[in-house]
């Protein structure tokens, strides 16, 4: 069975003796959105507003139903009994001038950091965006993959225990590098939110014009279904809370969505060159987002004690300290793998949203690790440099779901279309093909339409 550490009371698994897969299968069941990580707070607030236990989904289900029938009424109404925030229609939309003045206020290092980090992530967006392609495969027959960007998109963004203008930048700047001329930003009417003058200055400085002070199921159920002053966009991205996931989760179908994104988590594979005060800060890194899960695996014995150390020191120094060893202690594990190769699989197996590669040869080992949402290589690339800086969105998949999907980037907001031509060169090269199938599925009228096509001596290019 796992062990703890006598103080911090993280599971320590050994390979040869416990069971790993099954440790990493009881904490991706308690972080899924299934898992119901919802604090005592909330469920106190859940009786409070509904009168009832319901569960995170029924809250979600209630909740939606009620915007899509009542409109703004409802989202007013849910900001109030939840957020504890009275708005109107007249104080629920922050002004340009409330942007611009927060701009002109706001501390000018402060400022310079913001566009800098913009630059950074628009050179990389914009450098990965797809383009046209066209080809001629045969005579006659010209085909065209094109792609357009969406209308308008909604961002959700943070801002319940701290502001996140690093959100705002990592959603709303791929958008813009694809052309998307209507981001609406919808952000919890609170201190770190809707209110928060740092937030509303990046975001002048960003060109966000649209920004609502409405977060939670209320304001997913606003941008998916449309409300009065709040069109219905096209796709809705970014992070949020339990109530957050399983809204965009309900409303997919309505409208497209990112993904349906659990807690943070990383997991950081390391050999005996990592240094293990390194190591600790990057575990606790993602652990204080709490909930946020943070794994390390590796096959030397004696960087489990040292970590296991340093982990201690630094939590005892950091302000969120306490909230990181919850963390650690719920969702976290020191893994000791028996060689590189079971590392692999078990990483693998994990697929992670950060893997940070912690050994010799990083690169040679990430050539082996083919599901994670995104890789840090080598011992000075910290997690935090792509949270905050790089140019890679932060927004990425979680809860194994990168063993098929990928995190948020430029070409998401993109439609792609099919375009074909064919002059009567080409058409008399597929009618065959055309026929005979058509003739296999009974369609008589698709065969007909290219009959009557060729029947035509005249027939236009």
Not at 360 to 373: E, F, K, M, S, V
Request: glycine share 8%; hydrophobic share 40%.
């Amino acid at each position: 069975m796992p062990r703890t550490t006598p103080s911090l009371k993280i599971p320590r698994i050994d390979c040869s003796k416990d069971d790993a897969v099954g440790a990493i299968a009881g904490l991706r069941a308690k972080l899924s959105p299934g898992g119901d990580v919802v604090s005592p707070r909330g469920r106190e607030r859940t009786v409070a507003v509904f009168g009832e236990a319901l569960t995170p989904l029924q809250v979600v289900d209630r909740i939606l139903a009620d915007v899509r029938e009542r409109g703004l009424d409802a989202v007013l109404d849910y900001t109030a009994r939840l957020d504890g925030t009275q708005l109107d229609r007249s104080t629920v939309t922050v002004s340009r001038e409330e942007m611009a003045e927060a701009y002109r206020q706001a501390d000018r290092s402060y400022l310079k950091t913001v566009k800098r980090v913009r630059d950074n992530i628009l050179a990389f967006q914009s450098g990965i965006l797809l383009r046209d392609a066209t080809m001629r495969p045969s005579p006659g027959v010209e085909l065209t993959l094109r792609y357009r960007p969406m209308r308008r998109v909604g961002v959700c963004v943070p801002g319940g225990a701290a502001a996140y203008p690093s959100s705002l930048l990592m959603t709303v700047v791929p958008a813009q590098a694809a052309g998307v001329e209507e981001i609406a930003v919808v952000v919890p009417p609170t201190e770190f939110g809707g209110y928060n003058a740092d937030l509303l200055a990046a975001c002048h400085l960003l060109g966000v014009t649209e920004v609502h002070r409405i977060g939670g199921a209320q304001a997913v159920g606003a941008l998916a279904y449309g409300v009065e002053g709040i069109p219905q966009v096209d796709k809705i991205v970014g992070p949020g809370n339990l109530f957050v996931a399983l809204a965009k989760q309900k409303v997919y179908g309505e409208v497209d969505i990112d993904s349906i994104a659990g807690p943070s988590e990383v997991v950081l594979v390391a050999d005996w060159t990592a240094e293990p005060s390194f190591v600790a800060a990057d575990l606790i890194s993602q652990a204080e987002h709490s909930p946020g899960s943070a794994i390390l695996i590796t096959w030397e014995p004696d960087l489990i004690d040292r970590v296991a150390e340093a982990l201690e020191f630094q939590l005892a120094r950091l302000s969120r300290g306490d909230l990181a060893r919850d963390s650690l202690e719920q969702f976290g594990a020191l893994i000791l793998v028996r060689d590189e190769d079971e590392a692999v699989e078990l990483i693998n197996r994990f697929a992670p949203e950060h893997l940070h590669v912690s050994t010799t040869d990083a690169h040679r080992l990430a050539a082996r690790l083919t599901d994670a949402g995104a890789i840090f290589l080598g011992h000075l690339t910290p997690v935090a440099v792509g949270d905050y800086a790089a140019g890679p969105s932060h927004v990425l998949p979680t809860g194994g779901t990168a063993r098929w999907a990928s995190g948020l980037c430029s070409n998401d907001f993109l439609k792609r279309s099919s375009l074909i031509h064919v002059d009567r060169v080409g058409l008399e090269r597929l009618a065959p093909d055309v026929r005979l199938l058509a003739d296999k599925e009974g369609l008589t009228g698709h065969r007909y339409s290219v009959d009557v096509r060729l029947e035509e001596q005249d027939g236009a290019s």
